[in-house]
């Protein structure tokens, strides 16, 4: 019975990612001129409805053989092989839902030809496949990191001017850190993974659980293999690295090993971290809670250098009820908490928090530096917000009141107000996710996964595959949030046509209808949050 429910759930997933592929083929991205974006474009085309029932329904039958297969108990092999075969369609698939891609050849190119890509654009060569880019973008600077433009322009030079074979490579620099994911996912650090030291105050600084379910959580979900993937979206790139990173200082923060040693993990996390931002600036909302978990789990527990070892307690006493990292967030206080009670324990959590934080700084600088392009891109990033859907939820607030106040003769302004209101909001949370850090009640993988998810949904643009950027980091912290998120990101990747265009583009008057849905949900919100803290009677 077993086997039959595995058989289903493995071909039932590679029909759903061959129906993808094909729906690519059909009504994609492909190199052509983007058509206008209209609703009725796609039934104009002799093969859209056949290519759209291809999109949504292979979506629907992948999603349904993902989230099943989190219970088959096959093993990480049965897994592992099962992936592999549902990428074998999405690699020889053609761009789908965005045209980015193309916008990563032309900067590539223009690296390759010795242009400065935050100032000049792919319209400037031209680009000989510029016609392929989006409108919005051909004449855009690059707001991507040095690191991922010098991986463009290799791609660039290495196609010799294919552009196919250019998508390819690109798709390969996609595809590697998706695995590096699903290996930091998968495998405990050794030596790492399992100690959790107690006392008041100690911080959190595992997660719910190294294992194969966990990547499968990630690798498996439908916007992950069809979009980061096979859009070969740089965002892959970024969220390898940063994952690698927040391994690396699980590793060095949940073992007990001294000196150099540690400080050797926590550069080569604030290394990766740093080479991330350099990817998308994105990945540095990560870094203030790394640093700060350093710092929080080196402080002496209440009471004196008393920590779960000390008292003797065996590794599986000190784990949390989900048997992996320690309770909601995992892995709590460190070796640090044992070693650093005293006067001066904050020496040493400074100085190893100052480490990560300089070398992230120095790898990030020194990659302008070796690239030659600097800092330009910090400047070119005003431009990510140039478009206006409500799938980013505080522009479709913004959206709703321009239109009310339309019906009252008031002129619109009240997007760019609320998405200053967004980013208040994200200061307010990430402040909210960092106390609850250091008071321990919130682990590392759970502190950087909520930023992230905070980001996301404060952005003044929200793309399907920015979805991505918190799910691998709240897989690892496990619990309900990671699959409600990781539920969320199979849903969002049908916010994308196949060709690119966005379905919020195409119905922008139902950003009155997300508004009202978001302050229903925010209501609910605030009503349990109170329920939750209202005293209970005594006895």
Same mark, same amino acid.
């Given at each position: ?6 058989r289903?759930?493995?071909?039932g ?10 729906a690519s083929w ?5 190199p ?8 009725g ?7 859209g ?6 999109w ?6 992948w999603?349904l053989a993902?989230?099943r297969?989190r219970?088959?108990?096959g ?12 990428a074998v ?6 761009p789908l839902?965005s045209?980015d891609?193309y ?10 030809r ?18 392929a880019?989006a409108p919005?973008? =051909? ?5 991507y990191?040095p $690191?991922f433009l010098a ?6 030079v290495?196609?010799?001017g ?10 390969l ?9 699903g290996?930091?996912l998968?495998?405990?650090p050794?030596?790492?993974g399992s100690?959790r ?6 911080a +959190? ?5 190294? +294992?194969?379910?966990t990547a ?10 069809a979009?980061?993937?096979v ?7 970024m969220?390898?690295l940063?994952v ?11 073992t007990?090993?001294?000196?150099g040693?540690?400080l ?8 990766l971290?740093?080479?991330a931002?350099a $990817?998308?600036a994105?990945a ?7 640093a ?6 080196? =402080?002496p527990p209440?009471g004196g250098?008393?920590?779960?070892k ?12 989900d048997?992996a990292?320690g309770?909601s967030?995992? @892995? ?5 908490a044992v ?8 020496v040493?959590a400074?100085?190893?928090a ?9 790898v ?5 530096? $070796? +690239? ?7 400047a070119?990033?005003?431009?990510t917000?140039a478009t206006?859907?409500?799938s ?11 239109h ?6 008031v ?12 980013v208040?909001?994200?200061a ?7 106390l609850?850090?250091w008071?321990?009640?919130?682990g ?6 909520g930023?992230?998810a905070?980001?996301v949904?404060c952005?003044?643009?929200l793309?399907?595959?920015y979805?991505?950027?918190p ?8 619990? @309900?949030a990671?699959? =409600?998120w990781?539920?969320?990101g199979a ?8 060709d690119?265009?966005?379905?919020p ?8 209808v997300?508004?009202a ?5 925010a209501?609910r919100w605030l009503r349990?949050?109170?329920?939750s803290?209202r ?5």
């Amino acid at each position: 019975m077993a086997d039959a429910a595995a058989r289903r759930i493995r071909y039932g997933g590679l029909a759903g990612a061959a129906l993808v592929a094909a729906a690519s083929w059909l009504v994609g991205a492909l190199p052509a001129a983007p058509p206008p974006i209209t609703a009725g474009a796609f039934w104009r085309d002799p093969a859209g409805p056949l290519g759209l029932a291809a999109w949504f329904g292979g979506v629907a039958l992948w999603a349904l053989a993902w989230w099943r297969g989190r219970a088959v108990p096959g093993g990480a092999r049965w897994g592992a092989a099962t992936l592999a075969l549902w990428a074998v369609p999405l690699l020889l698939a053609a761009p789908l839902g965005s045209r980015d891609v193309y916008s990563y050849a032309c900067q590539g190119e223009l690296v390759a030809r010795g242009l400065d890509p935050y100032a000049a654009t792919p319209a400037t060569l031209p680009c000989r496949w510029v016609g392929a880019v989006a409108p919005l973008w =051909r004449d855009t600077p690059a707001p991507y990191g040095p $690191v991922f433009l010098a991986l463009a322009g290799a791609a660039a030079v290495l196609g010799g001017g294919s552009l196919w074979v250019t998508i390819l490579l690109l798709r390969l620099a996609a595809l590697l850190p998706l695995l590096l994911v699903g290996v930091c996912l998968a495998r405990p650090p050794a030596g790492g993974g399992s100690l959790r030291v107690g006392g008041r105050g100690s911080a +959190s600084v595992g997660g719910g659980g190294f +294992s194969f379910r966990t990547a499968w959580l990630f690798l498996g979900c439908p916007l992950v293999g069809a979009h980061l993937l096979v859009g070969a979206h740089n965002d892959a790139l970024m969220i390898g690295l940063l994952v690698a990173g927040l391994v690396l200082a699980v590793r060095a923060l949940a073992t007990g090993e001294r000196g150099g040693s540690r400080l050797g993990w926590l550069a080569g996390a604030g290394a990766l971290v740093g080479a991330a931002v350099a $990817v998308k600036a994105t990945a540095a909302v990560a870094l203030p809670f790394l640093a700060l978990g350093v710092v929080a789990a080196s =402080r002496p527990p209440a009471g004196g250098p008393v920590g779960g070892k000390a008292l003797g307690a065996p590794d599986g006493a000190l784990r949390g009820p989900d048997g992996a990292l320690g309770g909601s967030g995992g @892995v709590s206080g460190g070796p640090g908490a044992v070693r650093g009670a005293g006067g001066r324990w904050w020496v040493g959590a400074v100085g190893g928090a100052g480490l990560l934080v300089v070398v992230a700084a120095v790898v990030l600088w020194g990659a302008g530096v $070796v +690239s030659g392009f600097g800092v330009g891109w910090v400047a070119a990033l005003r431009h990510t917000g140039a478009t206006t859907q409500w799938s980013a939820p505080f522009t479709a607030v913004g959206m709703a009141l321009d239109h009310l106040g339309g019906l009252f003769g008031v002129g619109p302004g009240a997007v760019p107000v609320a998405r200053g209101v967004g980013v208040v909001v994200f200061a307010a949370v990430a402040g909210v996710l960092a106390l609850a850090q250091w008071r321990g009640r919130l682990g590392l993988p759970a502190a950087v996964g909520g930023a992230l998810a905070a980001a996301v949904l404060c952005a003044p643009v929200l793309y399907p595959w920015y979805v991505a950027w918190p799910l691998a980091a709240l897989a690892l912290a496990g619990g @309900v949030a990671a699959r =409600r998120w990781a539920l969320l990101g199979a849903a969002a990747a049908l916010l994308a046509l196949p060709d690119g265009a966005g379905v919020p583009a195409l119905t922008k008057p139902l950003a009155g209808v997300v508004a009202a849905g978001l302050l229903v949900a925010a209501g609910r919100w605030l009503r349990r949050g109170c329920r939750s803290h209202r005293p209970r009677p005594a006895g």
